[in-house]
């Protein structure tokens, strides 16, 4: 993501880390926001089970790529959990908080890897993830996959008993569960294109997800080509739903521009979800609602920046998201989190 720095709205300290900002015009849904990272770039953020701690991923410490963090709710108590090698992405709390599972790629480099060229436009490189477990008390760390290819973007059911993730093991950007101990392995998605971001409404029943399909044969050419250089251009993207073995699959949003980071909400009637679909060419990602037919959208947040990966507490009250509003400096993103009013 990339910032601008904008002014502070009448801050006021809060806690020893934690600082409390002032809704942006518009933010009716938000209260009571607290900014809980300050500096580098700080991201999916997921809370723990008893909504007490959350996990996030952050470059600090003079690494160039991210790491996964823990902290309590007030950005209290911060602990690195991942082994410092690599790169790690999308954390997520499972074993009734007790282990945390995330993505690295320190079994194919100790380095950072290197980053995307963007000579042929904003591309995401599919960097050699696998998923690893390990203890929120930063040991004991487990290789769960073994298949040599992207496997990320991974998050839990509500019962804990499956992870839903992406995966590039059978040539495509396809969404798989499997059972917490990597057993049990099951494709969801088949049809050819970006399939990812997946997180399970609160009941269990339904998967959300982001998704483009290549519309004709230049595209879908193009979408192989980049693949094969482990390559995915994320510009064009829009919101599905479909049942939690992957039945009934329906596209929900028709916005255009970047449409991710979708999450339930607690009633498991809408969608929130962040989008820049009025400049699809520009960075200003704010969120949104949708009901799951795809009408009622709604703005909930109005900052001119980037605003993402937003996620409600267990019980509802409070949600939680990555914003680069109040950045010290251009390119910072932190972790947000505020009552919710609805």
């Given at each position: 993501t990339h910032a601008v720095p904008v002014a502070a709205c009448g801050s006021v300290r809060t806690s020893q880390l934690a600082v409390l900002r002032s809704p942006e015009p518009g933010e009716t849904h938000l209260a009571n926001i607290r900014q809980l990272t300050f500096g580098?770039?700080?991201?999916?953020?997921?809370?723990?089970?008893?909504?007490?701690?959350?996990?996030?991923?952050?470059?600090?410490?003079?690494?160039?790529?991210?790491?996964?963090?823990?902290?309590d709710a007030d950005g209290g108590n911060l602990r690195r959990v991942s082994n410092g090698a690599g790169k790690t992405?999308?954390?997520?709390?499972?074993?009734?908080?007790?282990?945390?599972?995330?993505?690295?790629?320190?079994?194919?480099?100790?380095?950072?890897?290197p980053r995307p060229d963007f000579s042929r436009g904003y591309v995401w490189r599919l960097d050699p993830f696998e998923i690893y477990t390990a203890s929120a008390n930063a040991d004991g760390l487990h290789r769960l996959t073994n298949w040599n290819a992207y496997t990320a973007e991974g998050t839990l059911s509500p019962d804990g008993s499956r992870i839903v993730f992406t995966s590039t093991k059978d040539g495509d950007l396809e969404i798989y569960t499997m059972r917490t101990d990597g057993s049990d392995v099951r494709r969801l998605t088949t049809t050819p294109g970006y399939d990812g971001g997946a997180f399970f409404s609160p009941n269990g029943s339904q998967i959300v997800y982001r998704a483009h399909h290549p519309a004709d044969s230049t595209s879908l050419a193009e979408y192989r080509a980049l693949l094969a250089q482990g390559l995915v251009r994320p510009s064009r993207m829009e919101i599905w739903v479909m049942n939690a073995d992957g039945s009934n699959q329906r596209q929900v949003t028709s916005l255009g521009g970047a449409n991710f980071a979708p999450y339930f909400t607690p009633d498991g009637r809408r969608i929130i979800f962040a989008s820049n679909h009025i400049n699809p060419r520009g960075r200003d990602f704010d969120l949104y609602l949708v009901n799951l037919d795809g009408s009622g959208l709604e703005r909930v947040t109005t900052h001119a920046d980037f605003d993402s990966f937003p996620m409600f507490s267990p019980d509802g009250k409070r949600l939680v998201w990555a914003s680069n509003r109040h950045a010290a400096q251009q390119g910072e993103t932190n972790i947000f989190i505020a009552d919710w009013r609805d």
């Amino acid at each position: 993501t990339h910032a601008v720095p904008v002014a502070a709205c009448g801050s006021v300290r809060t806690s020893q880390l934690a600082v409390l900002r002032s809704p942006e015009p518009g933010e009716t849904h938000l209260a009571n926001i607290r900014q809980l990272t300050f500096g580098g770039e700080n991201a999916e953020a997921y809370w723990s089970a008893d909504g007490t701690r959350l996990t996030f991923q952050s470059t600090r410490d003079g690494r160039s790529c991210d790491q996964q963090f823990t902290m309590d709710a007030d950005g209290g108590n911060l602990r690195r959990v991942s082994n410092g090698a690599g790169k790690t992405t999308c954390g997520y709390f499972f074993d009734r908080d007790r282990r945390i599972f995330f993505s690295s790629t320190h079994h194919a480099d100790s380095a950072c890897p290197p980053r995307p060229d963007f000579s042929r436009g904003y591309v995401w490189r599919l960097d050699p993830f696998e998923i690893y477990t390990a203890s929120a008390n930063a040991d004991g760390l487990h290789r769960l996959t073994n298949w040599n290819a992207y496997t990320a973007e991974g998050t839990l059911s509500p019962d804990g008993s499956r992870i839903v993730f992406t995966s590039t093991k059978d040539g495509d950007l396809e969404i798989y569960t499997m059972r917490t101990d990597g057993s049990d392995v099951r494709r969801l998605t088949t049809t050819p294109g970006y399939d990812g971001g997946a997180f399970f409404s609160p009941n269990g029943s339904q998967i959300v997800y982001r998704a483009h399909h290549p519309a004709d044969s230049t595209s879908l050419a193009e979408y192989r080509a980049l693949l094969a250089q482990g390559l995915v251009r994320p510009s064009r993207m829009e919101i599905w739903v479909m049942n939690a073995d992957g039945s009934n699959q329906r596209q929900v949003t028709s916005l255009g521009g970047a449409n991710f980071a979708p999450y339930f909400t607690p009633d498991g009637r809408r969608i929130i979800f962040a989008s820049n679909h009025i400049n699809p060419r520009g960075r200003d990602f704010d969120l949104y609602l949708v009901n799951l037919d795809g009408s009622g959208l709604e703005r909930v947040t109005t900052h001119a920046d980037f605003d993402s990966f937003p996620m409600f507490s267990p019980d509802g009250k409070r949600l939680v998201w990555a914003s680069n509003r109040h950045a010290a400096q251009q390119g910072e993103t932190n972790i947000f989190i505020a009552d919710w009013r609805d």
